[in-house]
């Protein structure tokens, strides 16, 4: 069965210093992979994706992540956290051929906390 | 940049009322979904048309619950009547056409936030 782990429900991080979202998933084949992010009271924005080709993602607003086939990770990182990334941040899997259903498999989200 | 459009975006409404969300998608994608989410949780899907066509609603509670896209552009997501547990965001999204370079990416709305008391 596919599925999505964001293994931890709070990240804290310093105003400038790096962050890291982690993501792990399960799905048979190559999977699409997608990063987005919920602000309070909004719909989820798309940061990112990864389909094929190069394992580091750059996407949206500073952010990259980066595939790991060997550990099935897709973790979302930026080099230097701004107050402004406090939000929640979601992960999503879909299998490549899926036809016409594109149904994404959600993580639980994490809460990006960055402290001034 | 063209947008997904919804409304309204809050409802309060009592429970075994009727209630109706809108959704107009961003034009040219051929696919639009229905999500629901609760909060603290993620996302869950409740429908996808494919044009005018349901391609998924097996977690739509057919019930309570409908949902249509009469002329494959926009929809409209209905609940009658309303209950306590139903209170959430209702979120809708869109995508490309299969075939089309970026079809794997959704776009959502800005969301229908649901109280029902």
């Known amino acids: 069965a596919q599925s999505v782990a964001q293994p931890e429900d709070q990240v804290n991080v310093a105003e400038g210093n790096p962050l890291t979202v982690k993501c792990t998933y399960s799905?048979?084949?190559?999977?699409?992979l997608f990063w987005y992010v919920q602000y309070p009271n909004r719909g989820l924005q798309f940061l990112l994706k990864y389909i094929t080709g190069d394992n580091l993602v750059k996407g949206s607003y500073g952010f990259e992540a980066e595939f790991n086939k060997s550990q099935t990770s897709f973790h979302l990182k930026k080099p230097s956290a701004l107050v402004s990334d406090s939000a929640l941040y979601f992960c999503?899997?879909?299998?490549?051929?899926?036809?016409?259903?594109?149904?994404?498999?959600w993580g639980l989200g994490t809460s990006l906390a960055v402290n001034p | 940049e063209a947008e997904v459009a919804q409304s309204p975006r809050y409802k309060i409404t009592e429970k075994s009322q009727a209630v109706a969300f809108w959704c107009d998608p961003i034009s040219g994608h051929a696919t639009l979904y229905w999500y629901r989410q609760i909060l603290g949780q993620g996302p869950e899907l409740l429908v996808q048309f494919q044009d005018e066509s349901v391609v998924d609603d097996s977690q739509l509670p057919k019930d309570r619950f409908s949902a249509e896209r009469l002329k494959g552009v926009d929809s409209t997501l209905k609940i009658q009547p309303a209950e306590l547990g139903d209170s959430a965001m209702y979120l809708c999204a869109s995508s490309l056409p299969i075939g089309v370079r970026g079809q794997e990416t959704q776009y959502f709305g800005p969301g229908t936030r649901l109280l029902v008391l």
């Open positions: 999503a899997v879909r299998a490549p051929r899926a036809g016409n259903n594109r149904k994404l498999i």
């Open positions: 799905v048979s084949g190559n999977p699409y």
